[in-house]
């Protein structure tokens, strides 16, 4: 009898960080303990289709073996033992899953979408609930929460695409002054981000940025250093040391982190930093986690300047590839790959726990 439990690696998505995706989860696959969990791989596709890669004994290596091993159609259902099922020779298969681990960056997998639906089965799945995954997708709803709590951010404006035709280029600039970076409100891996160094530049990126997404923000630029740190846990989250990106580029862009292979400089831990200044931006880093409800695992991003703190964005599914800041800064406090990946599943499983003692029904006495 296999007493392996069945991990759902779920990895692709409709994002434009799809190949990132298949990225991360090629790394978590080579890290996961075979002895422990059986691997089975779900592929969405760009258009949102499920797809199960049936021969598990080794990862794809590209979207071209992916293309080649997606031999069945999944069909979703509200199941706790099979949530999976597809047809072949006419006959109908399902397929059991003990636990959901989604590494799909971006959105429709990292926004809260994905979770929901996962959590209708009632399967444990890794990684923030539907709340915390939403509100740090959209920047602007992030930047809000953090806020009320008084943890400080990088000064913004947002707009809608619908208000494209009223945008008041002058008074933004008058406001923050040049540059100023544009970004979606709910993108990652710096799609759609670009650095305006005239009032020309700003109407012309301000249109392309909205073609990823409705709603865009403008920021003020900050003249600091790039810091993250890798928060771990539930209700007492661990937060690591934290680590500094030192981009070759212009800025930390989508270039920078995946094309060119020199385009960024990790630093781990982050250099020329006092003991009271990491002990800062950790007690920034745990706030902000606690603060947007997260659970399982996020990497929070901040700018620091001068001895402050500014918080950049939080992902909840952050890049997990071989090369990726989290896995790295766990590795550095003493984690390996494998040790965290079982640590993300036993939390994943705790909080499913705590969960599952919730009452579903009423009956008036």
């Known amino acids: 009898m296999n007493s392996k439990k069945k991990v759902a690696l779920i990895f692709g998505g409709r994002s434009t960080e799809h190949e990132i995706s298949i990225l991360s989860a090629k790394n978590i696959y080579r890290a996961i303990d075979k002895e422990k969990y059986q691997v089975l791989s779900i592929y969405v596709s760009k258009e949102g289709k499920f797809y199960y890669i049936e021969d598990s004994k080794n990862f794809p290596e590209n979207l071209k073996e992916i293309e080649q091993h997606k031999k069945h159609l999944l069909y979703f259902q509200i199941d706790d033992k099979s949530p999976f099922v597809y047809w072949e020779n006419q006959e109908m298969h399902a397929i059991s899953v003990d636990i959901f681990f989604p590494i799909t960056h971006g959105t429709f997998g990292e926004d809260g979408s994905l979770q929901g639906l996962l959590k209708l089965t009632q399967i444990p799945f890794v990684g923030c609930d539907v709340l915390a995954s939403a509100l740090c997708m959209d920047k602007e709803a992030m930047k809000q929460i953090l806020t009320a709590n008084q943890i400080p951010i990088t000064p913004y404006l947002s707009y809608q695409i619908h208000e494209k035709s009223s945008i008041p280029y002058e008074e933004i600039v008058k ?121 399982g695992f996020a990497r929070v991003d901040m700018f620091y300047q001068n001895g402050e703190i500014y918080v950049n964005e939080v992902n909840t599914l952050p890049g997990f590839t071989n090369i990726s800041m989290y896995p790295k800064l766990w590795e550095y406090e003493g984690l390996t790959q494998t040790q965290l990946i079982d640590k993300l599943i036993l939390l994943a499983e705790e909080r499913f726990g705590n969960l599952k003692k919730i009452k579903y029904s009423y009956e008036v006495v």
């Open 175 to 295: 406001k923050f002054q040049l540059p100023l970076f544009i970004k979606p409100a709910r993108q990652g891996s710096s799609v759609g981000v670009y650095k305006a160094k005239t009032i020309e530049e700003l109407k012309q990126f301000i249109e392309k940025s909205l073609e990823f997404d409705t709603k865009i923000l403008v920021e003020k630029e900050i003249k600091g250093r790039e810091i993250e740190c890798a928060v771990l846990g539930n209700e007492d989250p661990e937060v690591t040391i934290p680590g500094e990106i030192k981009p070759k580029h212009e800025f930390y862009s989508y270039d920078a982190k995946y094309v060119d292979p020199d385009g960024a400089g990790l630093f781990i831990p982050a250099q020329n930093l006092l003991p009271e200044e990491v002990q800062k931006i950790k007690h920034i880093a745990y706030l902000t986690y606690k603060a947007l409800y997260c659970e």
